[in-house]
């Protein structure tokens, strides 16, 4: 017991170049051993929830766990709406949108998963009847639509959710990409607004690891420049079309993509 | 006097500059004393916190977060766990949601205050300086009683807080109220009616709604415009719905607006903060959060209003108790995007009062 | 004009104040009680179950311990870098047996990175120099106050 303990923290230490562990003789081959097997897990782990049928109609289906999730959360959230309610402060803003959306009821699990519901079958159906098979899948990721471009689409269908009458989705939140080594591509999912509904969807797309390239988002939301460059910079994704396309955060001559998982300072 | 064409100059603005806040270098190329050109730098801060989050428990990020916006740290906290939070549908106890909320407005009035004390500096006021360092103390002097730290506060838990308010804390906190607003005046009269400021800040820098949203600003950036955008009313989270506050906006989109919206917020924060404390319940202040903190897989966004702007919090869990991917939309960041477009064609010396305005931190930009 | 003047009587009103500094190296801050300064250790107390390591976000903790003749966890050695250790009071918030706590101490400067590595001793004469005074003398067992280290002036 006391061994395994140890190991656990030798196994720490070598990690950690900076620590000066000099009571530490740890095998190479086994951390290396450890390491490996643990970012395998990691993938696959990540392999399971992620292989969406492309039928996009069924939101919410692929995995148990956002139907576990607000069974539980149902409670809580009632209880604070009611005390909310109770207050001067005025009724909540999410209670009064779900009920003008569809006039679905919004009893079981969460309220706010109606509303997410209609609005992906909405989205959906009105990217589907502009641009035919571009949408790979589409899911609810609590309580945010999320669909999975095609990427020559991509900057199509980002123009469209923006400027299309009914949907204006002006506002970009957030961008991010992520690296999936086993599956073998990189993620670039961008969130976008309808300001002031505060009504989000996400859109994402995915590209192959090796020489990844997605069209940019510049032309449509100039709020994306330094998100691409940043992603750009830690990804190593190949923005088409962006106007100033360089490194942001590490130094212009850095070797690698720091974010992706296989990234080694040493290379 | 405009045909007059001299030789372009290429000038290093920082990155050791006092106006800079920070490790920002703003690269300028100058015909004569007119901007033609400017291109921001950073990086020289960037840490790898979303690379080094991918090898730490949720619960070991938490400090990590306090040295983004090492100004407003209890709101990079609450952004953290609130994601995780909402991840894994977390029950978080009454009393901890209101200590959280009183944290953080406290945080956003000590953030503000800064930010008009170096602006002011900035602009050649050397005392409001002084004058607001001596009530950003006597907050950061709470935050030292209630969770040990003046800057990295590392205060919230996923499902509650650390401690408890000590005895006497909401007391003290009420007693403080008052004396903000007091300070507030004081600045009012001190600056707001000076006209060598007037001149310096009204009509610089404007832009409109169209462009703050097309070039994902956020906060008081984008409100100056006279857009209601604050996701604390626009999409509540914790307990803000709650509250009786004002959403504060500006009419013109100008340095002037923004300077003058963080007084004005700071007044709706009080209001918070007010309320919160004559509200309090008793009760625990951890809720009940497994050891391990494990969100069950799948991909998850949050937001909330930080002191800058919309602080979000975008997240991929494979089951594990760490983070796949953890990145943070810092409103910093994207909010310092639309500074060249506004340099361009101004004044040398209006540089800083516009880099001034947009208030970044540097922690929070670099990352 | 009238904004000068409403600005200056704001200045002028600032003299009669008391001063808010203190003259530092002469007159100490009073932390309060939850302040998190550098830790102090009672290897006494120590299980050795490696919980602060193992939580330390970044990895500035190293430990080791024998088991001794009744079957017992002993600490041997116990390190803190201060070099990265960033303060978060992640380790003292998971110790079951509070054998490491944190003090009012902050001052950290040090004339070469070497001496920012803490050993098992140095933290336990910073617990006597700190909540250790109080707590031995009321167990009857006063200490002699040691020196801090790292004031030699070299």
Known sequence: MTEDRRDDREAKHSRDSGAAGENGMVPPGRTAGKDAASSEAVAESVDSPRTVPPSAGRPGTESSDPEAGPAKGAAPAAERKAAGAARPAGPSKTAARSAAKKGESESPPDPREAPAKALLAEVLARIQATYPDVVEAAELTKFIPMFLIKRDAWRDVAAYLRTEEGLAFRYLEAMAGTDYPKEGYIEVVAYLTRIPEAITVGIKVRAPREAPAVPSLVPVFPGANWEEREIYDLLGVNFAGHPDLRRIMMPDDWHGHPLRKDYSPFD | MADIRTEEMLMNVGPQHPSTHGVLRVVVKLDGETIIDADPVIGYLHRGTEKLAEDLQYNQIIPYTDRMDYLAAMLNNYALVHAVEEAMDLEIPERAEYLRVIVMELNRIASHLLFIGTYLLDLGAMSPFLYVFQDRERIVQMFNEICGARLTYNYMRIGGVKWDAPPGWIDKVKAFVPHVRKTMGMLDDLVTGNEIFLNRVKGIGAYDADTAIAHSLSGINLRCTGLKWDLRRNRPYSIYDRFDFDIPVGENGD????????????????????????????????????????????????????????????????GKDKPYRLKFRRPSFLNLQLLPSLLKGQNMANLIAILGAVDIVLGEVDC | MFGFVKGLAVTISQLPKKKVTIQYPDVRPEWPERFRGIHELIPERCIVCGQCARICPTSCISLSGTRGEDRKLRLDTFDISFEICILCDLCTEVCPTEAIKMTGEFELAAYSRDELYKNMEWLYDNYIRHDGVRELEAAGEPRAVPEKAGERGE
């Open chain 2, 255 to 318: 340095c002037y607006d923004r300077y003058i919206l963080h007084l004005k917020e700071m007044e709706q924060s009080l209001r918070i903060v007010e309320q919160a404390c004559d509200q309090i319940p008793d009760g625990p202040v951890m809720g009940k959060a497994p050891k391990f903190v494990r969100p069950p897989a799948g991909e998850y966004f949050s937001a909330i209003e930080g002191a800058r702007g919309e602080l979000g919090v975008y997240f991929v869990s494979d």
